[in-house]
């Protein structure tokens, strides 16, 4: 009898498995002199181990469905750990993860087609009634003992009659082990492990992923060492003026320190900078100068994974990145194995060979991070280095020796500084990879003596780059007095930014002030995708020729957005994000220094409640409120000392709970539980309320959009299909998406449910629901939409 692992296309189990062990272990990497990579090999040949049954191949075949019994994943991580425990005395591995190494393999196995769950439970699937199924499923096997010993003999891997023979006794080993890696071991036994585990499991579901999906391998690419200053001598003119001979300064002050560094004990960098003085550019120069160094020394070449906080900036970023990287001779018909963009809005394509490869093969090559340089979110790299979804974990052994770069890195939640700080000093230990962070403020994620600044003298140029005065007015105000507020600080002929901290205080300064001002903008998260790009776009535009905009936003203009205005007033907030809002004024010294100024307001809402604390915690800005009282006016190139004052008073009165628990439940493997503190808690993005998307059938686009969605939905055919064809139109479809929060019930703002998650608009009754200028109306009620 043949058996087959899948029939799109047929392969024969025995050439998946084959190809899964080989695939795994060229993906693992772990930095000891251990032959770990032996135990990846050995995962990939065993993971489908349960496929022989007949009941699988009848269920895959679509001949019946047995059940349960067609289930392979438990009875393949009994015979792992079996052969584990079999071949660890042949391998050069330490004693005591040797000992584990039979526990850790199953728990890996068991989950290769799902998101990690908790070890401690892991033992309940060690009982009588689980165990008679397995039993059930080897008394299949020894019908076609013949032929699938054939195989096994071929793969050198245990009998049938062995693994039975000793199925007792591997299931009381892993029993015994879960008892004592719930005991105390050393912590860094356990950071060993819990490092280790990740790496084995991502190495395996890429490689059975890519094995199933016929994805073929990329070529790494080289990229020249001086590929920045090749698009620099390209794209720009030598100016004499004095911010660009500011940030030249930097950028030869940073590339030249890559010479000197100590790549061997040092690994952890920041790159502490004012805002506007080219820390993209900069940043990215040291990253491939340094990828030069580490190919030099270690022999292996490190991707650049640039993360950033927001997908606002993402595209922006990307487009710089790949323009300094088209100058590559071969990029053109190469470009993603270059750069990849990836956040959940990114087109979905991949280019190479002058081809680009089919939707499904391309987003397996996305999500695994396949390519020199990287672009993405917070979220994506962060929940993939403290993750548990089986999804975001399959890159992680691409993040494994590569240069991560934190750009906006105040951004990182506080009470996960701790946690952060540990998980990274982790990954550059055990998985060789070198950090960045890169920030006009630099928050204390890492001590003193573990992070390394490459920016000399760096006082020198927030000395010099003092483009505004912060001014604080932090008396009381409602909203209705804000108009009367900036009347007095308005002066013709002049820009202006107002930056609140709700959406809802935004659109009613927003129409406050349109009674009485011209060339009045609205910028935030309540817009459509489509009209955020447009607006911004416009707003740019005006402000390059001179015009005079007023800009009513939210926190969405903080970072990375290229905007400069003369005057900005910011709603009371952490102190860091006040610094990046002043970043947008007077940002390119075009007025003279320190001839921009920054107001800071402290609004409440009609309850006397701070509007700050609907966003942030009360301590955040609590503690800026502190600090700004005591002080009347303050000029830019004094900010870097505010701010410093400012994240101390964070790690005196912070609390860290979160995070130390958080870690704690990495190294217990506790993933994902229900009744305690696991890797699942952590959330980089954490939400007040629940959030519903929404399609606007905003124009002809949007209707062309929503027709196909309808029609991949409605259609007949596998799973896989209508999967296949939603990417194909996800970037469109995501366009005409606003996201709604909501505190409580959806039928407080439609007065029915959202059936499947996903409220739609159609055109004849956008008017009700959306405004073109502020976007989303937030004040429905019994307003009846039609609802997924």
Known sequence: MEFYSHLDPKTLLIDHLREVAERAQNYFYFNSKEDLNKIAYLLGLTHDFGKYTTYFQDRLHGRKDPGKLADHGFISSLYTAYTLSKAKEKLNIGEELKEFLPLISSFVVYHHHLDLTDLDNFDAHLEEDYLEKVKAQIENMKENRQDIEKDLVELGLPTIEEFEQNLNKIVDEIKRLLYKYKNPLLEKEKEKISILTLALFSALIDADKKSAGKVKEIDRKSIPENIVEIHKSRKFKNSNDEINKLREEIFENITKKVESLDIENKKIFSLTAPTGSGKTLTGFAFAVKLRKKIEEKYNYTPRIIYSLPFISIIDQNYKILYEVLSNIENFEGNSSTYIIGHHHLSNIEYEEGNEFEEVEKALSLIESWESEVIVTTFVQLLHSVIGFKNKF????????????????????????????????????????????????????????????????????????????????????????????????????????????????????????????????????????????????????????????????????????????????????????????????????????????????????????????????????????????????????????????????????????????????????????????????????????????????????????????????????????????????????????????????????????????????????????????????????????????
Not at 510 to 517: G, Q, T
Not at 665 to 678: Q, V
Not at 742 to 760: A, H, R, T
């Open 393 to 788: 974990l399959k890159k992680y052994h691409n993040i494994a020796r590569s240069i991560i770069i934190l750009d906006e890195a105040q951004n990182v939640p506080a009470e996960y500084w701790e946690l952060i700080r540990r998980v990274f000093k982790l990954m550059t230990q055990y998985l060789n990879c070198y950090i960045i962070l890169m920030t006009a403020t630099r928050p204390l994620i890492f001590h003193e003596n573990e992070i390394e600044e490459i920016l000399d003298q760096k006082e020198k140029y927030f000395r010099s780059l003092s483009r505004v005065i912060l001014k604080p007015r932090l008396e009381e105000r409602k909203i209705p007095d804000f108009l009367t507020l900036f009347e007095e600080i308005y002066k013709p002929g002049k820009s202006y930014l107002i930056v609140t901290n709700t959406i809802n205080s935004s659109i009613d300064i927003y129409k406050l002030l349109k009674e009485k001002f011209k060339n009045l903008y609205y910028l935030s998260a309540n817009l459509i995708s489509k009209h955020k790009l447009e607006r911004i776009n416009d707003i740019k535009s005006k402000l390059e020729n001179g015009e005079k905009v007023i800009l009513v936003s939210t926190q969405v203009v903080e970072a990375g957005v290229d905007l400069d205005f003369d005057i900005t007033i910011r709603d009371l907030g952490p102190l860091d994000s006040i610094v990046q809002v002043a970043g947008r004024c007077n940002r390119n010294l075009k007025k003279g220094k320190n001839s921009g100024e920054v107001y800071v307001l402290n609004l409440k809402d009609e309850k006397n409640r701070s509007l700050s604390t609907y966003v942030y915690s009360q301590i955040l800005p609590s503690i800026s409120k502190t600090i700004l009282e005591e002080i009347n006016e303050i000029e830019e190139a004094k900010f870097l000392e505010l701010v410093d004052q400012y994240f101390k008073r964070i790690r005196e009165i912070k609390s860290f709970e979160d995070s130390e628990k958080i870690f704690q439940a990495l190294l217990d493997l506790r993933f994902f539980s229900k009744n305690e503190s696991s890797v699942s808690s952590f959330n980089v993005i954490q939400e007040k309320g629940t959030i519903y998307p929404v399609f606007i059938e905003w124009d002809e686009d949007a209707k062309n959009t929503w027709k196909k969605y309808k029609e991949i939905i409605e259609m007949e055919g596998e799973i896989w299909e209508k999967k296949k064809r939603l990417l194909e139109i996800k970037r469109q479809f995501e366009d005409y998406i606003v996201n709604v929060r909501v505190q409580g019930s959806i039928n407080e703002i439609f007065g029915m449910i959202f059936e499947k998650g996903l409220g739609y608009v159609p055109h004849e009754k956008v008017q009700d629901f959306y405004d073109e200028e502020t976007g989303f109306k937030k004040d429905l009620k019994n307003v009846s939409a039609l609802i997924l």
